[in-house]
Structures are given as structure tokens and as C-alpha cells.
């Protein structure tokens, strides 16, 4: 499958490695070139080498998304450090590009859930830290 | 439209002076801004018509009580918060006017995508009064429906022009274009298939995209720019 990831911070980074790994085409998008080199600590070799695809772009720009394969992705992650940011280029990618699956990281728990309400994936990082502490702290 | 409850989110240069000219009309406001030191700016004049939070939350929205706005109006820096504002105002709290500004023109296809609308765009404007003053091919746009695909384009009739002493019925525009009125010495007029063009006249031509470069072929054939 070909995998889009937007924002390669610690999630998005880590996710593009394991979907390397596992055998897809991944194709990373990132303002920050410094994320690059995350990925090749992370990889433990360079991210070309190992067939991996990155373009340095701001999400917003269609351009960018066009240039790092948008056209042809069957996977969208937007994992940028913006809610704003992931929910726009998320609802792009599925209602401007088809693409057929769609996930957003949104920290915000209540837009993460209305957004799903609205048929948009999204992943809430908070939701999950307060569930767990509850378990950890009330079993 | 008196008494109108209006939801500012930005309180940046226009978000504020919107705010005073609203106020000053009479209608209620509410200006909400995220940064708390230009929060505190704002808050010795607007007083109590501004709160301090992210417009882009939902419990800052309904403490301002989105619920009851008329209308809300994203005019903060970024394009992708005005973007969602006006995306759960419009679709989470049923407002029915929104207005959103664009703050990179670019970005202007995700809030046609996400049917944010109207949008506006101080770039786009600027770039719009630009190529009225210096016209581009010596036509002006005068008025642009992209979604009815229709525009209407002012052009001055050249000296060396195809179109310059023939009759309307005479000067074959490609299907889609008419010419809507001539001006001439000061006055406009529709024409009819017997009118005869001249140069000096300003024709306005309503026509579909796209068909520009065949019309300015037969009223400004070197493209409005002087030998």
C-alpha cells in the first residue's frame, strides 16, 4: 500500500518506520528537515536508502501534498503537531482525493470525537492518556 | 440589519476593528482571542466584548455562546483555524452566516472544499485592484461567478482592432460570449446586431472562463499595450 504521512514528529515518524518495515510504500511529509534525520535515527539507516520517499512542504499546500503523492495514496495519516492543521488536510485527502482511509491525530477530545461523528478516523492521544491514568490510578 | 449577535474569533487588527465598528452599529459582539497579552491589549477598550481562549475549542464557542450568534466571523492569522471555526459554526452549531478570511489565497480551494463561504482574502483583493489598474491582454474583469462559470470583462477598443468598424452581428464571438453594452462618450448602451463599433468604444462582453483570448483577439488584438 502506498502510505502518506503528514508530520513526522515522534507519532509520525515512528508510524512511517513501521509501516516501512512492514513492506509499504511510504512517502513522508514534513516542513521541518530536521525530521528527516528522525527518521533515519529511527530506522537506523537512511530513509532513501530504504526506500522510503520524503518531501519537505508545508501541509496546508496542496503543491506539497500533490509532490509527496496524495493522488495515489490508499493510506493518510496527519499527524502534524496542529489539530487545525490535521483536520483540514485529513477532510482534503478524503474528500478532494478519495483516499480510502483516513486518519487524523486530533489532541482536542471533544473535536476528535465530533469529527468522528462526522465520518472523519481520528486518533485522540488525550482521550487515550486519561483513560489510562484512570485505570492506572482507580484500577 | 440592527441587532444582530456577532461572534468575532481573532482579535488581531481586523478582528478588532470590526469588533468597534459592530459595536458602534449597535450589535452585540463578542471577540475571542487566544493570546493572552493581546487579550489584555483588547480587553481595556472591548472590556467585556472579549474572552480569552482558542476559538478553535468548542467549550470557548459555546461560552461564548455560539448558540444564540447571528453570525461568526474567523478572521484570525491562521487559515486552518478559521477554517474549523466556521466549519463547526456552520455544521456543529447551525449558525447560518459565516463569514471566514483567508489570510494565504492559496489556501482559498479548502474553504471552497469545505463549503466555507464567503471567504475573504486581502491577497486576493489586492491581486484583483492590481490587474484592474494595470490590465492584463487590455481587459478588465469586471466580475467573476466561478460557480455559475460567468464573467463579465471590460474591454477598450483598439485602433488596429477586427472588431473596430463592423456591425455587432459582424464580429463573430466564439458561442458563449455576447457583447452586453458599449460605452461610448460617456454613455452606455445595449447594442443591437446593427451597431456599428468603433474605436475608442468600451465594450463590456459577458462570457464563459477561458474565452478571453479569443474576444481580446478581436478588440485589442496586441494585447492593449502601447507599440
Known amino acids: 500500500m502506498f502510505v502518506l504521512v503528514v508530520g513526522a514528529g515522534r507519532v509520525g515518524s515512528s508510524v512511517a518506520t513501521v509501516a516501512l518495515r512492514s513492506g509499504h510504500t511510504v512517502s513522508v511529509l514534513d516542513e521541518d528537515p530536521m525530521s528527516h534525520e528522525r527518521l533515519d535515527v529511527e530506522l537506523g539507516r537512511g530513509w532513501e536508502e530504504a526506500g522510503g520517499q520524503f518531501t519537505i512542504g508545508t501541509a496546508m499546500e496542496l503543491e506539497a501534498l500533490v509532490e509527496a503523492g496524495i493522488d495515489r495514496a490508499d493510506v493518510f495519516i496527519a499527524s502534524t503537531n496542529g489539530d487545525n492543521t490535521n483536520l483540514v488536510i485529513a477532510q482534503v485527502a478524503q474528500r478532494r482525493f478519495g483516499v480510502e482511509k483516513v486518519v487524523a491525530r486530533v489532541l482536542d477530545p471533544r473535536r476528535a470525537a465530533w469529527y468522528r461523528e462526522q465520518g472523519l478516523e481520528t486518533i485522540c492521544p488525550t482521550q487515550i492518556a486519561i483513560e489510562q491514568l484512570q485505570r492506572a490510578a482507580f484500577g | ?227
Open chain 2, 1 to 227: 440589519m440592527a441587532g444582530l449577535y456577532v461572534i468575532v474569533a481573532g482579535a488581531g487588527k481586523v478582528g478588532w476593528n470590526l469588533a468597534r465598528e459592530l459595536l458602534e452599529k449597535g450589535h452585540e459582539v463578542t471577540v475571542i482571542e487566544q493570546d493572552r497579552r493581546r487579550y489584555l491589549t483588547v480587553e481595556q477598550e472591548l472590556e467585556h466584548a472579549v474572552q480569552y481562549g482558542d476559538a478553535t475549542e468548542l467549550w470557548v464557542l459555546e461560552r461564548a455562546g455560539i448558540q444564540r450568534a447571528d453570525l461568526v466571523v474567523a478572521v484570525t492569522g491562521d487559515d486552518e483555524d478559521n477554517l474549523l471555526i466556521c466549519q463547526v459554526a456552520k455544521e456543529k452549531y447551525l449558525c447560518e452566516r459565516i463569514i471566514a478570511r483567508a489570510n494565504n489565497p492559496r489556501n482559498l480551494d479548502h474553504f471552497k472544499l469545505l463549503g466555507i463561504q464567503p471567504v475573504v482574502s486581502a491577497t486576493d483583493l489586492i491581486l484583483r485592484l492590481i490587474e484592474h489598474e494595470v490590465p492584463r491582454y487590455g481587459l478588465v474583469h469586471l466580475l467573476d461567478l466561478p460557480e455559475e462559470r460567468l464573467e463579465i470583462i471590460e474591454l477598450v477598443v483598439s485602433e488596429d482592432a477586427p472588431a473596430a468598424g463592423r456591425s455587432v452581428s459582424d464580429v463573430r464571438l466564439p458561442e458563449g460570449a455576447l457583447i452586453i453594452s458599449v460605452l461610448r462618450d460617456g454613455a452606455g448602451f445595449v447594442p443591437t446586431r446593427e451597431t456599428v463599433i468603433a474605436a475608442g468604444d468600451e465594450v463590456l462582453v459577458v462570457l464563459d472562463p477561458g474565452l478571453e483570448q479569443d474576444i481580446t483577439a478581436w478588440f485589442v488584438p496586441n494585447g492593449g499595450r502601447p507599440d
